[in-house]
């Protein structure tokens, strides 16, 4: 039965699992500056594939939501009350990138949302699509997925301004009972990292290797210089392995002395690198990686990175996942410069559409927006960011490049 004319329905959440009905409420944050461009290219594109994969069987009902610099002007706060209980009822939503000002002003809104509903798990995939430019040879070589703490860490916002009243208290503790060596005045800030928020996260990925084939799992952690946190993390990611995965997964040196190297079918290998490492490994042999967990700031660089060896933020997804709630958005910033132009790569954006389609299980539908993604790119009528580096590129707008994907289903 076509589910066009019915009113959406809400989803659930249950014993660990999302009821999704056919006709789900999905929030709908557009986002600051090139936000409502790259969402209305966006939402066409969903809504096509949607169309096209079930045939009026399933619909999204989107549910618009305020946040950023409009919701402010309306209502005087950048994330209202209103949005914040709509996301909680609605339990999935999409959102374009939110303006935070540098150094001070706001909070960063991404972080408040993650914070705010515990969002542990900022997931990133990073893949190349044939006929994007990079700066790599061989930029099909990566193709990983990281799971990177989002609550802890230093995002975690423990700090304070050098010289005030509260760093000073708190250098004096630190250089009288634990005889820290400081100098005055220095700025503070605290990294904490917890057993609880290491293992879920590294539950997480584990899971997902799982569940989606995956072959390895890393943890990417600097603990031979920071032991109690970083080399925690990467500690408390082999106990958890060991005492919830022991009949999937073996470690690097079960591999070696158990196995002879050889993978046995149907197991995942947990293994480490220090993040450094990691950065030179995913240049040099990135085919050897696949799923990787670390802390915040490590995986905040290294998600970047990779996006930029497979045509940079432009078509890079992303989601921040906890339990119960899921929102997915955006990786790119505001870029205000081009705000209302119909200029920017929407890719990031429907990228995430993608993801989110595929943790409804929508699988249908979210192979439909990457092969017509695909077919789109390798037709060279692209955005300015691909176009300028592409040989034989013809630049479109923004909502010209979504009717191109559209098309190409």
């Not at 009026?56 to 009350?81: D, H, M, N, V």
């Not at 303006?99 to 809104?109: E, K």
């Amino acid at each position: 039965m076509a589910v066009e004319n019915i009113q959406g329905k809400y989803i659930t959440f249950a014993d660990g699992e999302y009821v999704i009905p056919d006709n789900p409420l999905v929030g709908a944050l557009a986002g600051d500056g090139i936000g409502p461009d790259i969402w209305s290219a966006t939402q066409m594109v969903l809504d096509a594939a949607v169309e096209k994969a079930y045939a009026g069987k399933r619909k999204i009902c989107w549910q618009p939501l305020a946040a950023g610099e409009a919701a402010f002007a309306a209502t005087g706060s950048y994330l209202p009350e209103t949005t914040l209980a709509a996301i909680a009822k609605l339990r999935i939503a999409i959102k374009g990138p939110l303006s935070t000002p540098t150094g001070g002003g706001i909070r960063s809104l991404n972080v408040a949302l993650r914070h705010h509903f515990d969002l542990y798990a900022c997931i990133r995939p990073v893949r190349y699509y044939e006929g994007v430019p990079s700066p790599m040879k061989r930029p099909g070589d990566l193709n990983v997925v990281i799971f990177r703490e989002n609550i802890e860490d230093v995002y975690a916002g423990m700090e304070w301004v050098a010289g005030s009243e509260e760093a000073e208290a708190l250098g004096d503790y630190l250089r009288d009972k634990l005889q820290a060596k400081l100098r005055p005045g220095s700025a503070l800030g605290i990294k904490p990292v917890s057993p609880e928020g290491c293992k879920r996260l590294i539950r997480s990925a584990i899971q997902y290797a799982i569940d989606n084939g995956r072959k390895m799992v890393t943890m990417v952690h600097k603990g031979n210089i920071m032991k109690f946190t970083e080399g925690a993390f990467c500690q408390w990611g082999y106990d958890l392995a060991k005492a919830e995965f022991s009949d999937q997964v073996i470690t690097e040196d079960e591999l070696m002395t158990k196995y002879q190297g050889v993978p046995p079918s149907g197991k995942i290998i947990l293994n480490d690198r220090i993040a450094d490492a990691m950065f030179q490994q995913l240049l040099l042999r990135p085919s050897e990686y696949d799923v990787l967990a670390t802390l915040n700031l490590n995986g905040d660089y290294l998600s970047d990175a990779c996006a930029a060896q497979v045509g940079g933020l432009g078509i890079a997804p992303g989601a921040n996942v906890g339990d119960g709630i899921a929102i997915f958005e955006a990786t790119h910033g505001t870029a205000p410069k081009y705000a209302g132009l119909d200029k920017v790569n929407p890719g990031s954006l429907i990228l995430s559409g993608k993801m989110m389609f595929d943790f409804m299980g929508w699988n249908e539908a979210g192979l439909l927006v990457e092969k017509a993604l695909q077919k789109a790119i390798l037709g060279r009528k692209v955005t300015y960011d691909l176009a300028r580096q592409m040989e034989g590129g013809e630049e479109v707008s923004c909502s010209a490049f979504g009717k191109l994907i559209v098309a190409a289903m």
